[in-house]
């Protein structure tokens, strides 16, 4: 096992930077797991830590060793993709066998690493049968499985869950972390699924544009992060953005105002009558009738109920202040019997506002 590090990894192609001046480390034996938009850089990195993509500057270790120039097979890193790429004409057991064949393993080992490696994945009643004779989610535990068969240094996983169903996808996300539990072995896994991230990572590294826009442990980023693309990418539903004025005592949106918190207040000396990006999860903010802790600072605003999405446990709502169309979307209590069209008051946290330079994005509270 190794840890990977990245230091200045940029590429160009002729027209457009994909990832520029890339710089981590993964630690021995963790889980770090990239998210971002689509065309943000994620695969980019992964390959070039493979090996399959040339970086146009930077260095790349595994290890102690400078990584440069190695030929991907000579980099002991084993990489599953969402799309499995099994050998169709082989078994099960044939494909789980072959990185260990390709490198002379003795017979009678590869048979028992294959049967502890399709052990771990229940996938040993499988073992004869052909990847045409496999479901969605069988084939991606075979393609998992044939990469963790080889015991490589690091394990390099491209959204191998975005082909399965959701249930499938929820219990093989399970199994992917306890297996590595287990393991240990230093992975980094690309994903734009934001609870992926939150569930499986170590860290979490999010890219924007081919940038590192924040490292951090899951719980630290979604409390503290640092620019508004990251405040939104992570968190579902997420954050609502309001862009509002600061007058000195309120902040102005559309018509309707929300008190500065003292706090806030005291801490950053905003100057008067410019614009802001002020950010509120979800879950920080009431409807009627749930009524706000007493010990709380909050605000209220009027919004239009613009769609209500039932979720079972809760309803999702997206509403609008009637004047400006700016909207906020929170979570109602199952019990709720709102409609479209209806007008209601809600009740932010204001202990929980964020505020974002609006031109840079970067958090400033
Ligand atoms: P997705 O989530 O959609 O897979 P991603 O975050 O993995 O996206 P990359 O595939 O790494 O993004 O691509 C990053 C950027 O580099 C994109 O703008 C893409 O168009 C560009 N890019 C990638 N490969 C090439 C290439 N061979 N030639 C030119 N541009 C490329």
Redesign the pocket.
């Known amino acids: 096992m190794a840890n990977v590090r990245l230091q200045g990894i940029t590429?160009r192609?002729?027209?457009?930077?994909?990832?520029e001046n890339i710089t981590f480390e993964v630690p021995d034996g963790e889980f770090w797991v990239m998210v971002?938009?689509?065309?943000?850089?994620?695969?980019?990195?992964?390959?070039t830590i493979a090996g399959l993509?040339t970086a146009t500057g930077g260095n790349l270790y595994i290890g102690d060793t400078l990584m440069n120039g190695v030929p991907a097979r000579a980099r002991d890193v084993a990489m599953v993709f969402q799309n499995y790429a099994l050998y169709p004409h082989m078994t099960v057991a044939e494909n789980l066998a072959f990185g260990l064949r390709m490198r002379s393993f003795e017979k009678k080992m590869v048979r028992e690493r294959v049967e502890t490696v399709a052990r771990s994945l229940d996938i040993s009643h499988l073992l004869d049968r052909k990847p045409k004779q496999l479901s969605g989610g069988q084939q991606q535990r075979v393609a998992l499985g044939r990469a963790i068969a080889r015991q490589p240094q690091v394990f390099l996983l491209?959204?191998p869950l975005s082909n399965l169903d959701a249930q499938l996808r929820d219990d093989t996300r399970a199994e992917l972390k306890q297996l590595h539990q287990k393991v240990g072995i230093t992975t980094i896994y690309?994903t734009?699924d934001q609870v992926e991230a939150m569930t499986l990572a170590d860290q979490i590294i999010v890219?924007n544009q081919?940038r590192i826009q924040q490292i951090g442990d899951p719980q630290n980023i979604y409390a503290r992060p640092a620019n508004r693309m990251v405040a939104t990418f992570l968190g579902s539903p997420p954050m609502n953005i309001l862009s509002a004025t600061y007058t000195g005592e309120v902040f102005q949106i559309g018509n309707e105002s929300l008190p500065c918190p003292f706090a806030l207040r005291n801490k950053l000396k905003l100057p008067e009558g410019k614009t802001f990006d002020l950010g509120i999860r979800p879950e920080h903010i009431w409807i009627e009738p749930q009524t706000p802790p007493e010990e709380k600072e909050y605000g209220q605003l009027v919004i239009e109920v613009h769609v209500v999405e039932p979720l079972g446990r809760e309803i999702l709502v997206r509403g609008r202040l009637p004047e400006s169309g700016v909207v906020v979307n929170f979570q109602a209590g199952a019990d709720w019997r709102g409609r479209p069209g209806d007008r209601l008051t809600i009740q932010l946290d204001l202990n929980q506002l964020f505020v974002f330079d609006s031109t840079t994005g970067d958090t400033l509270y």
Do not use: M, Q, W, Y
């Open positions: 590429r192609f002729t027209n457009t930077t994909a990832i971002g938009p689509s065309g943000c850089g994620k695969s980019t990195i992964l390959r993509e491209d959204e690309v734009h890219l081919g």
